[in-house]
């Protein structure tokens, strides 16, 4: 995939693609959407639900902390039962093991938010979102990862790219900030009264975002 790739005008291309298979089949295709919280799923909830039969696929151990993992989990079932969406969405959890994360990223704990750290951590999410995909028997797969301004998207779709080949199952391509998605994803938030996590989830971001307050006070 070239570097700058617009990836909403794939995606605009890939769903265009998809309504008018819908309208000779009547089938609406079904995609497993990894999610890593409740607010930056809203929108792309909102967004996608009208084009897919939507099954949540929750897996991030890279939430070291087993409270947090359960209070993004409890937060985003709500949100799936509370926002009228034009198609049903089923959630899916895939096992909690931080040892996964950990082992992922061994040796490159210190490098710091939007490192080769990140990359694997990305890398080891989608993974087990493909593998799922294709075992589950799913048309599509994606994340939500995308929609973050801290996250570069221009790895999470060169990864799903890649994955899709290797699981033989279709990545959708996407990058969901565009087109004012971040901060459709905060009005949600407020709307829905999410609980908005200030870090991404891994003990390194949290110690991060820690030390950026302390340097803010100064």
Not at 173 to 190: P, V
Request: hydrophobic share 30%; glycine share 4%; net charge positive.
């Amino acid at each position: 995939m070239s570097v700058n790739c617009n990836y909403q005008l794939k995606l605009d291309k890939i769903l265009s693609g998809i309504e008018a298979e819908k309208l000779l089949s009547g089938k609406l295709p079904e995609l497993l959407l990894h999610a890593c919280c409740a607010p930056c799923s809203s929108y792309v909830l909102e967004y996608l639900a009208k084009h897919f039969a939507i099954t949540i696929l929750y897996y991030n151990p890279n939430i070291s902390e087993k409270s947090e993992y359960s209070k993004r989990v409890e937060e985003l079932k709500r949100l799936i039962k509370e926002m009228p969406l034009v198609n049903p969405v089923e959630f899916l959890e895939g096992r909690y093991d931080p040892k996964e994360y950990f082992d992922a990223v061994k040796g490159l704990e210190d490098l710091g938010e939007k490192s080769r750290r990140c990359y694997a951590c990305y890398e080891l999410r989608l993974a087990y979102a493909a593998q799922t995909a294709r075992e589950k028997g799913f048309d599509y797969f994606t994340t939500t990862l995308s929609i973050s301004p801290h996250k570069n998207a221009e790895w999470i779709n060169e990864i799903g790219e890649a994955l899709g080949k290797q699981y033989d199952v279709r990545y959708l391509y996407a990058d969901f900030k565009k087109r004012n998605g971040y901060k459709r994803s905060i009005e949600l938030s407020e709307q829905y009264h999410l609980y908005r996590q200030d870090f991404c989830g891994c003990v390194y971001s949290k110690e991060e975002e820690a030390q950026r307050k302390i340097r803010k006070k100064f």
